[in-house]
């Protein structure tokens, strides 16, 4: 994380380099209620690759935002849950969720 937020001095932009993109404030955001396995991450978000979600997984834990645990079973379960830095963007992901709702009624008026 610390790249990233030392090669920017404007906070927006920090912001947007550590959740910006396509998909990692939907893995955020899937995250924010329930620890989930990574199938289960794969399942609700079918238009990405499991290439692509495996890389967006491993940013988000190098930036910190989300902890990755590695259970020893048989079969080898992986969870994923947001750390307290993570947590921290809970709010700011459900008011985007709730500005989102409001957008998709108002264009089917």
């Known amino acids: 994380m610390e790249n ?3 090669n920017n001095s404007c906070p927006f932009t920090t912001t947007i380099a550590l959740i910006g993109g396509r998909w990692k404030s939907i893995i ?3 995250l924010s209620d329930h620890t989930r396995c990574f199938g289960e991450i794969a ?3 079918p238009s ?3 290439k692509v979600l495996s890389e967006q997984l ?3 834990e190098a930036d910190g935002l989300i902890h990755r645990e590695k259970f020893k079973e048989i079969p080898p379960r ?3 849950s947001l750390t307290d830095l993570g947590q921290s963007l809970r709010p700011i992901l459900k008011d985007l969720a ?3 709702q ?3 009624l108002d264009t089917v008026k």
Request: proline residues 0%; hydrophobic residues 55%; charged residues 35%.
């Open 4 to 6: 990233k937020v030392e």
């Open 28 to 30: 955020l955001f899937l």
């Open 43 to 45: 399942a609700r978000m």
């Open 48 to 50: 990405i690759s499991r």
């Open 58 to 60: 491993k940013e988000l």
């Open 78 to 80: 992986v969870e994923y």
């Open 98 to 100: 709730i500005w989102g």
């Open 102 to 104: 409001k957008m998709v």
